[in-house]
């Protein structure tokens, strides 16, 4: 720990890291310390790039640099928990992209491994931080459209269809629900509260993984949530919350929104306009921050247990939809 | 059958009766003949607003009266199967309301009736005649959005909760399902076809009806549809069909929609405005009268099969979702 300004490595130099590298730019208090890649190569590249001051050719050597104060985890989903348990059990703070693991049995074992070596870990749940969300959390607390009765919500994109990519790929944990299906189900269990009943279905790509799912939520709060996610086409990527006196809508690409619309009958629409500096990312950045100034090893904001309603909800539309994965990328 | 002018008689005189005989004073060859209430009161004040001939306190008078060509049934739900078969068993062609029947096995018997008496008969499905929706298919047909993968609909409002009143009353057949549900239904079977598998949910009013309603829909052509109803908040009443190459975007209310959006990536969006007349229930007449000056008994834009699947879709969905009606409206 350097007096309140953090050293960040970045664990995996693919597209997202990029662009976490540019949003953590944004903050004064991080400081772009170290990457690392199973390439060197890559590793340089991209540390060149972002003007990181070291490079490492393998994450084992990256975990051992005493300097790291905080590891941000953006390997491909089927290595975030064998990753995230390298940099706990080495005394790393963890920003661990989503999903955060493969399946519930894994993220226990990371929340275990937290709490064993005292080291602070979370999810990169990257939406629950934006601004706009955090105003669309506070209407429907201030009763701005009653009581929620249904949100709808959905993320797509026509992805090209590459088996040899991360997207389509079995073994690198691909398909639609886990990459991006994943927001709209996090939207519903923050607003909502995890489902007491669940029903999906899923399409199938060639490879095996589902191109598309479609998700039904009753919650118990006789609300009900419908989500859906595809890789095969465009959609909306919007979020609707309807309740008993009004609609929130959060506008396209919703979860990294910069506009919420309130609509109310009777009324006219208010428009809550957000001017975001970047992408987005650092305001997650900044919440690992504020809990290592604070000692803690957990956020309050996205907790563990948010961490774990969310996977425990993956894996239950997994099983209504038919989505597995080979043995191999789901083991302890 | 009056020289291809036709006598409409209305049997109902309810809001929807009220808003189709406005529509229907747009076709010259529609001659508003006559209304039949079980109120002479109130036919005799439906016939004078819409300046009817004839007004009658019964409905066994109204099909008595060899002058009338056509009935528009526009009694409650619950109605149609009887009041059908008293104007088929009386010689009437017969346009009648959604839901044709409260279930499958009734709409059995009035095919049955119009085949024996050799009758006009169709389910005034209204959207499928509307020039919106007759384009939406034309551009799925030339295959401007490719193959259809997600369907989107719905179909809310925020309705007065009157346990009295038709909407929430299981005597009458209420329930968000069977009044505002089947469009979407309908929708993602002119579409796709119907489901070879059905999942949903529903929230129930305090009379037993369902408030709510969402629906997932796998069809057999490798797409999905998501769908939702509402009685007990507003929506967005939109329809999106998703393609691998665009999409469709039904502007709302969309079940009467103006303008139907074509979108394309990498292509300026399409817009289709339509200039409707009236509200939109002309077209379904006009095909009605085409139907009878060419001798038929069934119309094939929206046949008796078209009319089978989807009482037969909602009586799967009412399964999977637990709504239920009390028996005696459901008999025979």
Known sequence: MTNNKYNWAILGTGKIASIFASDLKLLPNANLYA???RSIGLAKEFASK?????????YEELVADPAVDIVYVASPHVKHYGNSLLCLNNGKAVLCEKPVAMNEQQFRMMIDSAKKNKVFFMEALWTRFIPSFIKCKELIEEGAIGDIKLI???????????IEGRLFNPLLGGGA????????VFLALQLSGKPISIKAFALKADTGVDSACSMLFKHSDN?????????????QTEAFIHGTE??????????MSSVVDLIREGE???HFQFIKPGIGYQYEATEVMKCLDEGKIESSIFSWQNSLDLISTLDAI??????????EIEKL
């Open 35 to 37: 990457v690392g890649s």
């Open 50 to 58: 972002h003007v990181f001051q070291k490079a490492y050719g393998s």
């Open 152 to 162: 709808e919500s959905d993320f797509c994109f026509k992805a090209i269809y590459d």
């Open 177 to 184: 629900l886990l990459d991006i299906g994943i927001y709209p």
């Open 223 to 235: 609300a009900l949530s419908v989500l859906f996610c595809s890789l095969i086409n465009d959609g």
């Open 246 to 255: 009004g609609t929130i809508h959060i506008k396209s690409m919703w979860h």
């Open 268 to 270: 006219e629409t208010v």
């Open 318 to 327: 997994r099983k209504e939809a038919g989505i597995s994965y080979p043995k």
